[in-house]
């Protein structure tokens, strides 16, 4: 699921900024954003709704999987559960016309993507969970797609946070992935403990959830901070001339985002030598950042549990 949703993601954002078709112009429209990350999330371009997208494979490889490891024969279970998925894809899209972000023409195209997408993904999700739990060279194989695509990938017409989104995602699919092959067989195969059940009890899921989370969220930080020390180290130890757009100010000439500042970062991917004066070691950041987090997720965490009995 984890890595279906940075698939996602990615193919989702790379059309957005080859096709840099905008939202719903407003006025006349009215657009709701009552959040921060609402106010983020509308400078991003509409075509395809990633919502849309998302919920469409998402949900559909839920109820794939659900449906598959449960081995329902029954018809009307199958048919409920596709309602309930129609029904669900449908409200999105709906709701994300009524608070004024898309179109109906993103809503279509948000649809026809992610089931192509999920079409996809079943066809080789199975593939890619014996690569990651058995195949040769998984983490450094990972660590060069992930660097991949921080370069592979459109610059917009106009700068959005669609780049920072993919690297975020490209940064958790990387950290589950290396930590999932090295440790499957000892925290995560098929007979683990599952929860309501003898071997998992209500109080020691309790514990884990207190265990876990903030672990999770320390190591979230400190990856953060890490990278926010290494990263210009490193890069001023190579010669490798940065800047960076929002995470070390010092490194920002003029203190702001400016719109030239930014796009540039996004189409000078960290460590990529081009035409450009500086990288944007924010990328680096991020990424590392968020590997972190996941890494924690499949890897440290359980191996905490371990050591705790929980």
């Known amino acids: 699921m984890t890595l279906l949703m940075a698939f996602c993601d990615y193919l989702g954002n790379c059309i957005k900024d080859v096709v840099s078709a905008p939202r719903p112009s407003s006025p006349p429209v009215r657009r709701i954003t009552a959040t921060k990350d609402e106010k983020e999330n509308a400078l991003e371009?509409?075509?395809?709704?990633?919502?849309?997208?998302?919920?469409?494979?998402?949900?559909?490889?839920l109820l794939h999987y659900v449906l598959s490891y449960t081995q329902y024969e029954d018809a009307s279970m199958k048919?409920?559960?596709?309602?309930?998925?129609?029904?669900?894809?449908?409200?999105?899209?709906?709701?994300?016309?009524?608070?004024?972000?898309?179109?109906?023409?993103?809503?279509?195209?948000?649809l026809a993507v992610g089931l192509v997408i999920l079409s996809f993904w079943l066809t080789v999700h199975q593939y890619v969970d014996i690569f990651v739990v058995s195949g040769q060279?998984?983490?450094?194989?990972w660590a060069a797609l992930s660097f991949l695509l921080l370069f592979a990938y459109p610059t917009p017409e106009l700068p959005t946070p669609s780049f920072e989104y993919h690297t975020a995602f490209n940064g958790v699919a990387f950290g589950i992935v290396a930590g999932i092959q090295q440790t499957y067989h000892q925290f995560h195969h098929e007979a683990v403990a599952r929860i309501f059940t003898p071997q998992l009890t209500i109080p020691t899921f309790v514990g884990r959830m207190l265990v876990g989370i903030p672990?999770?969220?320390?190591?979230?930080?400190?990856s953060k901070a890490l990278a926010k020390?290494?990263?210009p180290v490193v890069s001023n130890t190579l010669g490798?001339?940065?800047k960076s757009t929002s995470y070390i100010p010092s490194l920002n000439g003029n203190g702001k985002k400016s719109d030239k500042i930014k796009q540039s970062g996004?189409?000078?991917?960290?460590?990529?030598f081009s035409q450009q004066d500086s990288f944007?070691?924010?990328?680096?950041?991020?990424?590392?950042?968020?590997?972190?987090?996941?890494?924690?997720?499949?890897?440290?965490?359980?191996?905490?549990?371990?050591?705790?009995s929980l």
């Not at 075509?47 to 494979?57: A, R």
């Open 229 to 231: 020390w290494i990263l």
């Open 266 to 272: 996004y189409s000078q991917k960290l460590f990529f």
């Open 215 to 222: 672990t999770i969220l320390l190591v979230k930080f400190c």
């Open 240 to 242: 490798i001339p940065i």
């Open 79 to 110: 048919f409920v559960g596709l309602a309930l998925v129609c029904l669900l894809v449908g409200l999105i899209g709906l709701g994300r016309i009524y608070l004024g972000m898309h179109s109906l023409v993103d809503i279509i195209g948000g």
């Open 280 to 308: 944007d070691v924010d990328t680096g950041i991020r990424f590392i950042q968020y590997a972190g987090l996941a890494w924690s997720v499949v890897d440290l965490v359980p191996s905490l549990f371990s050591h705790l």
């Open 45 to 61: 371009y509409g075509l395809p709704s990633s919502h849309t997208l998302n919920t469409v494979c998402l949900s559909g490889y």
């Open 137 to 141: 060279n998984v983490t450094s194989f």
